[in-house]
């Protein structure tokens, strides 16, 4: 079972098993980590015919299941998600990776789990930090068609989120030119704020969490479709109406480098020409490719001049 320091209940699987434990924080997705993992499986004698339990939020889900997809090539994982981003998201879909210190999410694999848990109940142990965090992606998926979910309980929030995502997937597993880099939505520049260490990237303790970021990414793909003549105004308004209403920050913080975060987009993993972003259109959410320099920097600086941030 792999699970993350601090988390403070334990799962019985009922069988023979060995608890191994990984770092918190972006910092802990790593090859590190991998390394330490795989080790753990040799000791263990782990084979083909037992499973990976992965039990916490969406940097456990991700390095248990790029340990599990590497280990003799692959082997079973289940995720026990824990957080609400995990359950709405990170779980869901079988990406899973780690970070480099050029950027997010870099090395990494498609596989996926047999199995995802996800209790509500454990939910009410987390801190207002992780439920914004979660909030984030649910954002997210309010743009991408899952429609009244601020009125809706949150089992049933949660299910309809994972309802769509587990749609896109079938269709494109493997992001191969279907809907599935869609669910991009809003995390160019979020992958971007992580990377450049705001949201505790590349080991560091950084004062955004995942979700946040992706919030500010959101915001920011809507200023960015409107430089371009995609939408207009009151679209605009629509997302930072709804991400402001979720408690998530809507501005740059304070000290961004918008030349450095230009230059992490670039190498972002959909950048196959130029710098590419998921923009929203007449057609709805689109990708498009080779935008210009100029007009991502203008929108970074407007974001930045017009707020304080975190």
């Not at 914004?132 to 009125?151: H, N, P, T």
């Not at 992580?194 to 990237?201: F, H, N, R």
């Not at 919030?215 to 997302?239: K, N, Q, S, T, Y």
């Amino acid at each position: 079972m792999v699970t993350q320091e601090g988390v403070p209940w334990q799962v019985d699987p009922g069988v023979e098993r060995c608890d191994l434990v990984v770092g918190q924080g972006e910092g802990a997705k790593s090859l590190a980590t991998i390394e330490t993992l795989c080790r753990g499986f040799a000791r263990f004698g782990l084979t083909r015919k037992d499973a990976v339990v992965a039990v916490g939020g969406g940097v456990v889900t991700d390095v248990a299941g790029f340990a599990a997809a590497s280990w003799h090539r692959g082997v079973a994982v289940i995720h026990v998600a824990t957080t609400l981003l995990a359950q709405v998201d990170a779980a869901i879909g079988g990406k899973c990776g780690v970070n480099l210190p050029e950027g997010k999410n870099l090395v990494g694999a498609f596989w996926q789990p047999a199995a995802v848990l996800c209790d509500t109940e454990v939910l009410e142990t987390l801190p207002a930090a992780e439920w914004r965090s979660g909030r984030g992606e649910m954002a997210k998926y309010a743009f991408l068609g899952v429609e009244g979910l601020g009125s809706l309980d949150l089992p049933e929030a949660i299910a309809r989120c994972v309802a769509l995502k587990s749609s896109v997937v079938a269709a494109d597993e493997r992001e191969e030119g279907g809907g599935r880099v869609l669910l991009n939505y809003g995390h160019t520049l979020a992958h971007a704020l992580e990377a450049s260490g705001w949201a505790g990237g590349v080991g560091t303790a950084g004062t955004l969490r995942h979700g946040e970021a992706v919030g500010i990414g959101l915001v920011f793909a809507a200023r960015l479709a409107e430089r371009l003549g995609r939408i207009g105004p009151a679209r605009v308004a629509d997302h930072e109406r709804l991400v402001g209403g979720y408690g998530l920050p809507t501005r740059l913080p304070r000290g961004s480098d918008p030349d450095r975060l230009v230059g992490l987009m670039a190498g972002d993993k959909k950048a196959v020409g130029g710098l590419t972003f998921v923009l929203d259109g007449p057609r709805g959410l689109e990708l498009v490719e080779g935008v210009p320099r100029r007009l991502v920097l203008d929108t970074l600086k407007a974001m930045m001049a017009v707020g304080e941030g975190p």
